[in-house]
């Protein structure tokens, strides 16, 4: 399972410079809606101590925005879905990922409203706070 944080790490790192894609270009293509995930990424990792709060590539998992952060050297990533399928099989506590030549990948999940957090390793304050 950390295999698919390092691949999710290495394609945003690829691809950024490729595609031109800027923090400040993305905040301001994103709706008018207050939640967002970098919103709530932010939010948590100010309550528990987290570090490193990044915007992810997340239309490579079928998402819509995502954003990360890390805590005690572990990440944590929160994405918004429209997809109610994927939102219902998030809500199974477990998420299968498949991302084009990397394959397929099972991450835990806990879901809000169409918010899903996605972890390796459970952190009771993290998902505490989220949910």
């Given amino acids: 399972m950390g ?29 008018i809606d207050k939640e967002t995930a970098e919103s709530l990424a ?3 990792a100010d309550k528990v101590g987290g570090t490193d709060v990044i915007d992810t590539a997340a239309e490579l998992i079928g998402a819509t925005e995502g954003a990360s952060f890390k805590l005690d050297g572990k990440k ?3 994405y ?9 099989e998030a809500k199974s ?8 030549l990397f394959g397929d990948f099972v991450i835990n999940t806990v879901v809000n409203g ?3 957090l996605m972890f390796e390793t ?7 706070e989220f949910k």
């Fill in 114 to 116: 169409s918010f899903v």
């Fill in 122 to 128: 459970e952190n009771s304050k993290v998902t505490n």
């Fill in 3 to 31: 295999r698919l944080f390092l691949v999710l790490t290495l394609i945003v790192a690829l691809t950024c410079p490729v595609v031109g894609y800027s923090t400040g270009d993305a905040l301001a293509a994103k709706s």
């Fill in 80 to 88: 918004k879905f429209t997809d109610k399928a994927k939102l219902e």
């Fill in 76 to 78: 944590f990533e929160i």
């Fill in 93 to 100: 506590g477990k998420m299968k990922i498949s991302i084009p």
């Fill in 42 to 44: 932010k939010s948590i």
